[in-house]
């Protein structure tokens, strides 16, 4: 289907990262272009997994911050997303448009996993194990058990100015 981004208004959406092992060429591998990301988009699939196949789901093109930079003159820094990370972004081209990851929103301690499509999973998967120093997954400041640097760092607590 023809898409014509002048034309058919921009939709928004959240979806949700599939397994890493259903995308092991393109995220592992490296085989493909851009920063790309099989999602489970709220909306287009249900929550029911007997509905489509993880690896029958189309990718979303991850949009960088200028801050992230392009590539160019070796000015990158690489995307960080996991496999379960809920992300927001915007089809462009209507309802069929391309999916692009504008952001992601951070894990909480209050998340819970699970097996369905849409469900938040570990982001530890294929090659990336949990080991005594990488076991948090939140995203949230003071919480969790990974180490942290304590001197100079900065935390909800004393990231005001000095009185």
């Known amino acids: 289907m023809f898409n014509n981004f002048s034309k058919d208004s921009p939709n928004f959406f959240i979806g949700t990262v599939v397994e890493m092992d259903y995308q092991k060429e393109q995220v592992v591998q490296g085989i493909g ?4 990301y099989k999602i489970a988009i709220q909306g287009d699939y249900t929550n029911n997994n007997s509905d489509i196949l993880p690896e029958k789901i189309g990718y979303g093109i991850c949009l960088l911050p200028t801050t992230a930079g392009s590539g160019g003159a070796g000015r990158r820094t690489p995307v960080l997303i996991s496999q379960g990370d809920k992300v ?11 999916p692009i ?19 938040c999973k570990s982001g530890y998967g294929g090659n990336l194990k949990r080991t005594s ?14 180490l942290q640097c304590s001197k100079g760092g900065a935390n909800k607590s004393n990231r005001a100015l000095p009185s």
């Open 33 to 36: 272009w851009g920063w790309r």
């Open 88 to 98: 927001f972004g915007i089809k462009l081209g209507g309802v069929d448009g391309i």
């Open 101 to 119: 990851i504008l952001g992601t929103f951070p894990r909480t301690t209050d998340i819970e996993l699970g097996t369905k499509i849409h469900d």
């Open 133 to 146: 120093l990488l076991i948090e997954e939140t995203n949230e400041s003071c919480k969790g058990n990974t």
